[in-house]
């Protein structure tokens, strides 16, 4: 046998560093479950339990419509920073807005407690409830640790998406929903305001004070904890939300598109007019 030299040694280990990298994501099923495998004992190390996991991901597939969703990103990124006027007539809409003071009625108790605690008033938590959901009735049906495993193993955002697969996990391991449950967006959100599962934990709150947190089925939890979210990112009570204001960077904050949000802040203008 030949010796390796110092120089081939090195190209070696270059070359086995770049096909550990390679074979660690890709955009395709092939090496998918290979992966998938490895990323279990991933997940048991950080503490997620081995019954969970197996619950959890045994289902989980590779899923092309998601990659194409994330692919396909720019579109929805144009229309929410190009024409404001036109992004908002077509999500601010007549029907949307009479459901939406019809919310405000039916939830105005817990709404009250809600602002009382968090100092956001009710018409900018329904806003957000719309425009994210039409009131819980658009949450998505894709699989949640089918989606997240995707887009972990893909090489574009993997990181981030391993850190959410696993937060996703410690949701199942805190008892808050099963595997089944847990259908949504293509990228992973959850719920009636679509949190990402790292945001579900962190400000996921129950509406009466209790443990349990159900951010699918108990919209009192999804606007409590909207609202949570809102209050941590600097909400300011008995402040307006308009641009200009001191709550409009708030509203940023839930969605970094400056047309989003202010969308946001128009419908909630038009919730909090009087009949």
């Known amino acids: 046998m030949l010796g390796i030299g110092p120089k081939l040694l090195t190209l070696a280990l270059v070359a086995f560093a770049a096909s550990a990298q390679a074979a660690d994501c890709g955009d395709s099923p092939e090496g998918f479950q290979a992966w998938l495998d490895g990323f279990k004992q991933v997940a048991i190390n950080d503490g997620i339990s081995p019954e969970v996991v197996d619950s959890a991901l045994a289902t989980a597939t590779f899923d092309r419509t998601v990659l194409s969703h994330d692919r396909g990103q720019g579109a929805w990124q144009g229309a929410t920073q190009g024409n404001f006027a036109a992004f908002a007539a077509a999500h601010v809409t007549a029907g949307r807005i009479?459901?939406?003071?019809?919310?405000?009625?039916a939830y105005?108790?817990?709404?009250?407690?809600?602002?009382?605690?968090?100092?956001?008033?009710?018409?900018?938590?329904v806003a957000i409830w719309g425009l994210e959901t039409d009131y819980g009735s658009g949450l998505g049906n894709y699989p949640t640790f089918s989606a997240l495993a995707t887009l972990a193993y893909d090489c574009r955002r993997a990181d981030l998406y391993r850190t959410e697969l696993i937060d996703a996990l410690r949701i199942v391991q805190r008892g808050l929903l099963t595997?089944?449950?847990?259908?949504?967006?293509?990228?992973?959100?959850?719920?009636?305001?679509?949190?990402?599962?790292?945001a579900y934990l962190r400000y996921g709150v129950s509406s009466n004070g209790g443990?349990?947190?159900?951010?699918?089925?108990?919209?009192?939890?999804?606007?409590?904890?909207?609202?949570?979210?809102?209050?941590?990112?600097g909400?300011?009570?008995?402040?307006?939300?308009?641009?200009?204001?001191?709550?409009?960077?708030?509203?940023?904050?839930?969605?970094?598109?400056?047309?989003?949000?202010?969308?946001?802040?128009?419908?909630?203008?038009r919730l909090a007019e009087a009949e």
């Open 235 to 269: 909400w300011k009570r008995e402040e307006k939300w308009d641009p200009g204001d001191p709550n409009f960077a708030a509203l940023v904050e839930w969605n970094a598109a400056e047309v989003y949000a202010r969308t946001i802040a128009q419908f909630a203008d």
């Open 98 to 105: 009479k459901r939406g003071k019809m919310m405000l009625l």
């Open 211 to 233: 443990r349990a947190v159900d951010l699918m089925r108990n919209s009192a939890d999804v606007l409590a904890s909207t609202a949570n979210f809102l209050q941590q990112k």
């Open 179 to 198: 595997p089944e449950e847990m259908r949504g967006a293509w990228a992973g959100e959850l719920g009636q305001t679509q949190f990402m599962p790292s």
């Open 108 to 125: 105005a108790e817990p709404l009250e407690r809600i602002e009382q605690r968090y100092g956001v008033p009710g018409p900018v938590l």
